[in-house]
Structures are given as structure tokens and as C-alpha cells.
């Protein structure tokens, strides 16, 4: 067995930055490639890693490079959310192991690509849902197998986090939230509350989702604060945007309980992924 | 103008007893009649009233003799839920407004049947949904009207009320929620939240409801109580309660508000009516 890890690190924006950051500190990793559509930022991953003490790894703004590259075991993919899933699955074809962002696939052809991708090639892709690994969702989820909650009736969780600055920002931050929030309207980022619920609930392990739907309030917090700041007034003063504040989703699994989603990212508020469950035992809950 | 009032009370449970003492403190109103099915509540709401320097009203089981007492002004009905309409009506239609409590009407032939009953006689009923008169209710409804807020965009309430207890135990409490949760799947009780989020958004004053959806968990609750309570085995031991834990409503209005309701009677948790008012400058949350 090996002793360390060789790393290819494609996108470079806050997240992909950050997460090259932590694996900069553990030793096991060796990052040997760094790769992000834009030029300054691969020059900035570079001298961070080398001012780091690191050696400088390969700097590209083509994936394919990385994933040509000699050595690499795996890369891990925080680029925007458009091209996750095409990355993924060129770099399964190419036998290394994709470890990919959150939001993960846009459509259901997606995902079963990389099911069909994963059964031809046998090479995987993870999903990389940090809130699994939460430690207030790891508590719950031992405490909920200790059965200290009872029958587990319902669960909720939300990804409610004011991103009016990052999405109106989008422009000059070359942020893709920002074109996903004028053309589109939905659940866009489930997985932070989904996934700790699904793991709790023994989705794919004795229980199913069964059925889904979602409601939705109109779309008001991102032109009023367009409206309150007037620098954005010159771009965005006339622009319509389709993603609503408030997006609900239920599902109902096959053991009965229910699941609420809450997708609340254009409002102000205190950030909380608002986790609960609710058992015949006991409650537990994140706010309140 | 008259100085007092005089009100007949028909239904002496808990709450119509509890709200018979709250009046009896007030000087403007005579109550004249008290009334129950079960004749110990008619002789023990007497009993109070005496008790406390009042004049001893009639006492009576038939609601009939207090819509026919000279002299009658009101009368307050707190009786079991599934009278409440029929006694509304029939006391309108003998000229007497009627204060009626909560839940109110059963079905929607029952809405109906007040609106034609008042368009017919002239004569008023009201929902005494105390929740409106909430101090936190009144005071978000001001900050809405005042524009803290910003525009309004979500707003959520629940009835959210551990009744294991007074559900399970209602043969010995003769209480009416026990037979409505072995029989019905619903939202049983919306207009705790219901009613101030109504006033606060001006529905039927220039807003409107316009779609509904209601999602519920499984029924676990109940059963999991009763087997904890050796008490309650020889009567609910085998007793399928069909009202589920956890009964979510969704309610969009015209003017693209989502209004989200819970009623959660059936785990154990503490007290809580989960008031959320969302806008576009800010947010107020009960719990949180």
C-alpha cells in the first residue's frame, strides 16, 4: 500500500483554493497538479503551494492535462457547477478516481452517466458532501443508531446562507452562481442537507426515497438588494432573476418518514443548516 | 349603547371553563347561561360562579334553552370540534352572533353554509382565533406594516403542541381529539398560525390564497405512547391512530408569498408556534 496520495487539484476559485490549502498541511498528499480556466488564479495556486514549501506543482488551464499526467491517483473537482459532471466522467474514462463538489450533477441523464460510466470503467467518483462528516450530524446519526431518538419520523435540514453579495458580485467575482440565478429556478444545492438525512435514514440501505415535491415563494431578495447598491445598478439594474428565495422540497420515503429541504439563499439571515430530527423519543434541533 | 353584555357559554371543557373565569373578571359581561353535555361540568361551571360573588346563571344540557333565554346577546362555543358550526348556525339563525372557538368548520359544505347563513340572517360569527392577538404576532404585523421588513416573501407558522398525553387519555378526559385522531389524516388545527399570517399578509384585502398542498409523515407517535403507558393498554393497546406526526401545508398566495404550516401534536417537544417572517431587509423567527 502506498504512503501518500498524488493529487490533481481542478478548479481553483474560493472553494478549490481552500480545500488545496488544507491538503497543503496533511503529508500524505502530494498535490502535483493545479488546473482552473483562469491563468491568475493557477499562478496564484502555484505560489501559494511554493511560498507553502511545497514544490511547485504543474500549473494548466486544461484538465485534460491534469488527468494525462503520470502518477496522478485521483483529482478532486471544484470547478463551477456546469462542468462537474463532464470532468468526472472524462477522468473515470481515463481510469483515475474523481472526487467531486458539491452541487454535483444538473440532470437525471447526469447521474445516470456516471452510474453507467462507473459500471463500464469500474473506476468511482465520490461525492464530496462535507456535512456528512459534520460533527452535529455525526452526533446525531450515533444517536439515532443507539435508538435515544425513538422511530425516526421527520427530518429537515436547509442550506440557508445570505449569497446575495456572492451572486450579485458574480461578474467580478467570476462566480457561476450568479448565471445560474437568472436562468434557472429550483432546489439548486440539495446535498448539504440531504445528505447527512439520507445517511441517517438508511437511504440505498433497507429504505428508499419514494416520492418528491417542491413548492416554491416568488423571487424578490436579489433585485431589491441589486436596487440598494449602485454599483450594481450599471449590469444587473434591469435583470430578471428566476431562482426563487424560498424553495421547499419533501420526500416521503418507503419507511414513512418525512424529509423537508429548504434552499434559502437570497434573503438576509444568520447562516444554519437548521438540522432536525424527530423521533417517538425525543427531538433534536439545530436553531431553537 | 348598551354598558354590558350578556353571553351564554355552551361547552365546559377545558378551554370553555378556563375562558367562563376569564370573563367572569370582566364588569361589562353578564353571563347568563352556562351549558355542557355532560350536566357535573354545567354544575361545577355554576359552582365557580357563585363561588367568585357572580350570580348564579341556568345551567343547562341543551344548547337549545340558551339560544331561547330572553335577554341573550352572544354565546361563546367551546364545545367538542364537530359542533361548532351547527350551533353557530343555529344561533344566527335565532338572531344571536356567535363567538366561535377553534377549529371551526369541519368541511368546506360547512364554510359555505356560515356564508349563506349570514348573507340570509345579517347575523355575524367569529372565529375567536386568539393566536391574531398574540404579542408577537401584533408585533411583527406592525414591523410589516411599518416596512421593517422589506417585501414579504415567506412566512411560517406551526401548531406545534405535544397532546400525547391529552389525546391518549381522552375516554377518562372525554376529550374529542382522541376519536379525530384515530379517525382523520389532516391538519387538524391551522388557524393558530394561519390567522395572523392571513392578517399580516392581507389576504382578502388585496391578496389572496391561491394553491395548497399538504404532505404528512407516518403515525408513530401515538402507538409508540401507548405502549410506554401500561394504563392505556386494555382500551388503545391494538388501536390504529390514523393522524399522522407531522402534517405540513403549503399555501401560495396571489401576490407570490409562500406560507408554510406544521402540526405537530403527536412527539414529544416543547411548546412552540414557530412564527417566521421573511422579507427582503430582514427576518423575525420564534425559535432560532
Not at 17 to 28: I, L
Not at 44 to 49: E, F, G, M, S, T
Not at 183 to 202: M, S, V
Request: proline share 3%.
Amino acid at each position: 500500500m502506498k504512503n501518500s496520495v498524488n493529487i490533481g487539484i481542478i478548479g481553483l476559485g474560493g472553494r478549490g483554493t481552500g480545500m488545496m490549502s488544507v491538503m497543503a498541511k496533511m503529508e500524505d498528499i502530494n498535490i502535483l497538479a493545479v488546473c482552473d480556466k483562469y491563468p491568475d488564479r493557477v499562478d496564484n495556486a502555484v505560489k501559494i503551494l511554493v511560498d507553502g514549501g511545497r514544490p511547485a506543482p504543474m500549473g494548466t488551464v486544461d484538465y485534460n492535462e491534469v488527468l494525462d499526467m503520470p502518477g496522478i491517483d485521483s483529482v478532486y473537482i471544484a470547478t463551477d457547477w456546469e462542468c462537474h459532471v463532464k470532468i468526472a466522467i472524462d477522468s473515470m474514462k481515463k481510469g483515475i478516481p474523481a472526487a467531486m463538489e458539491v452541487g454535483g450533477a444538473y440532470t437525471l441523464d447526469e447521474c445516470w452517466e456516471l452510474v453507467h460510466t462507473y459500471e463500464e470503467t469500474g473506476i468511482w467518483t465520490m461525492m464530496m458532501e462535507n456535512c456528512c462528516y459534520g460533527e452535529r450530524e455525526m452526533m446525531v446519526h450515533n444517536m439515532v443508531r443507539e435508538g435515544v431518538l425513538g422511530n425516526i419520523v421527520f427530518c429537515s435540514g436547509q442550506y440557508a446562507h445570505d449569497l446575495r453579495d456572492e451572486v450579485a458580485y458574480g461578474e467580478k467575482n467570476r462566480h457561476y452562481r450568479l448565471r445560474n440565478y437568472i436562468a434557472r429556478n429550483c432546489e439548486n444545492y440539495p446535498t448539504h442537507e440531504l445528505g447527512p438525512i439520507a445517511k441517517l435514514l438508511g437511504i440505498n440501505y433497507g429504505n428508499r426515497f419514494v416520492s418528491m415535491s417542491t413548492v416554491c415563494s416568488k423571487a424578490a431578495g436579489m433585485e431589491d438588494f441589486v436596487k440598494q447598491h449602485k454599483d450594481l445598478k450599471p449590469s444587473l439594474g434591469s435583470t430578471k432573476f428566476n431562482q426563487t428565495d424560498i424553495v421547499k422540497t419533501f420526500i416521503k420515503t418507503e419507511k414513512g418518514e418525512l424529509i423537508e429541504l429548504t434552499l434559502d439563499t437570497c434573503l438576509p439571515r444568520f447562516y444554519s443548516r437548521g438540522f432536525t430530527v424527530r423521533g417517538t423519543k425525543g427531538l433534536y434541533q439545530e436553531d431553537g
